[in-house]
Nanobody, 113 residues
Framework: VQLQASGGGLVQPGGSLRLSCEAS?????????VGWFRQAPGKEREGISC????????YYGDSVKGRFTISRDSASNTVYLQMNSLKSEDTGVYYC??????WGQGTQVTVSS
């Protein structure tokens, strides 16, 4: 199983980015959940958002509710994270995961003017 994350970069406050995580060797539809974590400098890794397999519901951390949207495309076996109204505190390395068992390599997001 491999997860390839992409889409990070440098963006100004208030801007947007869309992260992608393409899975190979495993169907995202079969994962207990798929989601995104992030790790800010000097902080522990925190859960940002996930999609639950059982009921398809989406979950968001309090810090990103109303700004981030997670989605999944079965045809391309890819999970996305649309990030809007970005803030400096959103800066960090973003990781995609399959049920916290398999992890992508991380993609850096920097929000700065």
């Amino acid at each position: 199983v491999q997860l390839q994350a992409s889409g990070g970069g440098l963006v100004q406050p208030g801007g947007s980015l869309r992260l992608s995580c393409e899975a190979s060797g495993f169907s995202l539809q079969n994962a207990y959940y798929v989601g995104w974590f992030r790790q800010a400098p000097g902080k522990e890794r925190e859960g940002i958002s996930c999609i639950n397999k059982r009921d398809g519901r989406t979950y968001y951390g309090d810090s990103v509710k109303g700004r981030f949207t997670i989605s999944r495309d079965s045809a391309s076996n890819t999970v996305y994270l649309q990030m809007n109204s970005l803030k400096s505190e959103d800066t960090g390395v973003y990781y995609c995961t399959l049920a916290s068992v398999y992890w992508g390599q991380g993609t850096q997001v920097t929000v700065s003017s």
